[in-house]
């Protein structure tokens, strides 16, 4: 319950916090509490500070079966949220709200299809909670970053299934942005695949399918703003 007073918002749904893991110099994963908290890998929860209206959508970065919760949160310059986000320490409470949205494949499809994961950047949190959750699972993970050590926790993903695209920075991987290796990579019109990142990456790699012969019934999307 939540309601609304002059000057102030308060909120039933605190969620204390319990570690602050930085990955870069300006992004970070956030440990919170679950307090039993039921989601579908793929969803997102709206987070802020205690006592105050802004909020910001995050989608869940942690597994469905891991006791707490986790998002994983690039800090923008200028950012209200997201600064406030990085200065929290263990046992100060936010407010969280959620689960929303119906991003990933049903738990028919995550055994019975062909996978095709497309992150930028922070736009891999989903598929983090989806890999994390059914490690198992038959699929292929791009991710396309910047540089090399935005690759965050990718020794959580399967060596084999995930292919690292840096656009400043080459590597012995694949250097260039994920939307020209997709270009030249094998895939199969009768795969899923779900993107998840900036709206240009988005549009991109959703022409490159279709122009690959991928139904648009097969390509699911998510964008990060």
Not at 103 to 122: R, Y
Not at 204 to 212: A, G, P, S
């Amino acid at each position: 319950m939540e309601k609304e007073e002059p000057g102030q918002f308060v909120s039933t749904n605190l969620h204390k916090v319990m570690q602050v893991r930085n990955l870069t110099e300006s992004t970070f994963v956030l440990r919170l509490e679950r307090r039993n908290m039921q989601f579908k890998p793929g969803q997102h929860i709206v987070v802020g500070p205690e006592g105050e209206m802004d909020q910001r959508e995050y989608s869940i970065y942690s597994g469905e079966n891991d006791h707490y919760l986790e998002i994983l949160v690039r800090e923008v310059p200028d950012g209200k949220v997201s600064l406030q986000l990085r200065q929290s320490r263990p046992g100060q409470l936010l407010q969280v709200n959620g689960p929303f949205g119906s991003f990933g494949p049903e738990k028919f499809e995550l055994f019975s299809s062909k996978l095709v994961f497309v992150a930028s950047g922070t736009g891999i949190s989903p598929f983090h909670s989806i890999v994390r959750s059914w490690p198992e699972i038959d699929y292929l993970l791009f991710h396309g970053v910047r540089y090399k050590n935005e690759a965050y926790e990718k020794n959580d993903y399967d060596p084999s299934r995930y292919i690292l695209c840096t656009s400043k920075e080459g590597t012995k991987e694949n250097s260039g942005r994920v939307t020209r290796f997709l270009t030249v990579y094998p895939l199969s019109a009768d795969m899923l695949f779900y993107l998840c990142g900036n709206n240009n990456m988005i549009y991109e790699v959703h022409n490159i399918l279709t122009d690959k012969g991928v139904p648009a019934e097969n390509i699911f999307t998510e964008i990060y703003f």
